[in-house]
């Protein structure tokens, strides 16, 4: 026998989609952002619903601006990959779901806005996704946080010993490690993709 389920006003609205001013809407009410995760097992390193690190190594960045042609995935890609420390063509974007995070206040595409709007929190997420990562390498090698670092290729290195682990060796772990309070940003002078000419990952499709 199925469950009878009752749905409000409000609910009917997830999923729904509205054209407003010249961009596609689609509207989510009622859900806290940290109640749902998009990755579907803990051992998917989740800071947040933008991105998801799998054991086998595979690093998946939510886009939840639609791509018409201005290059928002490419360019969310490289606000990632600056702070996480990898390369660009290691990120797989995929379009994002409805989710609470992405309501601001509406998931909506239009008004030159993607970039503008996202900027900051895209490079949050590396950066706090890189110090959970790097926290969960000094753990397993028990070593201070100061003798661990990551190398550019999507690997921490173990100063001390030259070990080296792979991000998504360190999915599992890093996806239990206490979120930071706060992180530093890449000073413009240290930037190694922003600003440098990435080749459009969605040219070939």
């Known amino acids: 026998m199925s469950q009878k389920r009752t749905i409000s006003r409000r609910r009917l609205l997830i999923g729904g989609t ?59 890609i490289t606000l990632v990959a600056e702070e996480l420390d990898v390369r660009p063509a290691q990120i797989t974007a995929r379009h994002a779901p409805v989710h609470a995070l992405f309501q601001t206040p509406a998931q909506v595409t239009g008004e030159s806005n993607s970039m503008r709007t996202r900027w900051e929190i895209l490079r949050r997420t590396g950066a706090i996704a890189r110090r959970m990562l790097l926290d969960a390498a000094a753990r397993r090698w028990n070593v201070r946080d100061a003798d661990v670092t990551t190398q550019g290729d999507g690997t921490v290195l173990n100063s001390l010993t030259g070990a080296s682990l792979a991000y998504g060796e360190l999915a599992e772990e890093a996806d239990q490690v206490r979120e930071p309070s706060s992180v530093k940003l890449r000073s413009p002078e240290d930037f190694q993709h922003i600003g440098s000419d990435v080749p459009r990952i969605d040219i070939r499709g």
């Open 18 to 76: 509205a054209v407003a001013g010249g961009g596609l809407v689609l509207g989510l009410f009622g859900e806290d952002a940290d109640d749902r995760r998009l990755a579907p097992a803990k051992s998917i390193f989740e800071p947040n619903a933008y991105l998801q690190i799998r054991p086998s190594g595979e690093i998946v960045l939510q886009v939840d601006k639609l791509e018409m042609g201005q290059g928002v995935m490419t360019g969310f």
